[in-house]
């Protein structure tokens, strides 16, 4: 087979004082990523529930406090861009407004603020909102690309709600331009190429039929985008790939494309919503032009506080130290509870 899915398993043994101190083999596995080979840890299977979150709390004034992106302050507190990049100034589209990162990343790196409403629940992201929000960074980045052709790598990331890592609440993505996209990223996209000289074909189209054969961890589609269980996943309530065959790099992106993102995206938050799961991080990656091996993909990881006490973060030493992602839902069951809402 071209691609291989390797589960190494192992198991703990330990005398357990919630059964008396009976004997206790817990199992656990280790995946290896089919693409990096990176592994990836699965244990303490179902041991951590998403923690509800009040979002009106967000709303009170002692907790909002000044947002630069809310209407009534986005004109004075946003930066814009200079005349020779963007005569505008500021794009915008419905309720995006897209402006320059005022503490930039890298480069080229805008920030979309999506909405007017400072606090939206994942239920109130409206198919205009999300399809407006992609278009305007979408559209930015395009018009960066003709520019800035040597910043050839083009990245959409949304931190969405505590404890995504996102610095303000009100919903907002960023819209990167780089030459420099990443370690992950690039480890990626060197092991595509070498997967395409070996086979003939590209990394993400075969995944798709693999996982389509295997049924295990194959959702469903939205339009032309195809949505799996990642076999190994990066956050610790597992992780979702959305994968657009034939589009490659950010000059491939159609309105198309984006209306079946969002129809794929809002089905997910559907199924959020039904779990209870309130925070996420999200990424899409489009490759460089010119190539036909890098195919373009989004990876959406669910994020949790560990309880509400002490906020305790879903992320430990495995993944800050060791760099190794840790899940607590097998991509397989994640898969079957996901699958639902994504009608054939």
Request: with cysteine; aromatic share 14%.
């Amino acid at each position: 087979m071209k691609i291989q899915f390797r589960i190494d398993k192992a198991s703990s043994i330990f005398l357990d004082p919630c059964n008396d101190f009976q004997s206790k083999n817990d199992s656990l596995q280790v995946r290896f990523d089919p693409l990096t080979n990176r592994t990836g840890h699965f244990s303490h299977i179902g041991a951590v529930k998403p923690q509800p979150l009040d979002m009106e709390w967000y709303k009170t004034p002692e907790v909002r406090g000044f947002c630069p992106f809310c209407p009534e302050n986005r004109d004075r507190a946003t930066p814009k861009y200079p005349p020779d990049m963007l005569p505008e100034g500021r794009l915008s589209r419905g309720e995006a407004c897209l402006i320059p990162n005022l503490y930039p990343y890298d480069a080229i790196n805008a920030v979309t603020i999506m909405t007017n409403d400072h606090v939206v629940p994942l239920g109130a992201f409206t198919r205009a909102c999300l399809h407006d929000a992609f278009e305007v960074g979408i559209f930015f980045l395009k018009e960066i690309d003709k520019i800035r052709p040597e910043l050839n790598y083009h990245i959409m990331t949304w931190n969405y709600m505590p404890p995504s890592g996102g610095g303000i609440v009100h919903p907002h993505q960023q819209y990167l331009a780089t030459s420099y996209p990443g370690n992950r990223f690039l480890e990626e996209y060197h092991a595509a190429q070498t997967f395409f000289t070996s086979h003939g074909c590209d990394y993400w189209s075969e995944l798709i039929r693999a996982e389509q054969k295997t049924g295990e961890r194959y959702i469903g589609a939205s339009g032309n985008i195809h949505w799996l269980s990642s076999f190994v996943s990066l956050g610790l309530l597992g992780d979702i790939t959305g994968i657009f065959p034939g589009v490659h790099s950010i000059e491939d992106m159609t309105e198309e494309r984006v209306s079946d993102l969002v129809e794929g995206l809002q089905r997910i938050f559907q199924y959020f919503i039904h779990k209870r799961i309130y925070s996420f991080n999200t990424a899409l990656f489009f490759g460089p032009r010119g190539q036909s091996f890098y195919t373009a993909h989004i990876r959406i990881v669910p994020r949790t506080f560990l309880n509400l006490r002490d906020f305790a973060s879903d992320l430990n030493f495995y993944q800050a130290l060791l760099i190794e992602p840790v899940s607590v839902v097998l991509p397989e069951k994640l898969c079957e509870d996901l699958r639902s809402f994504f009608p054939v």
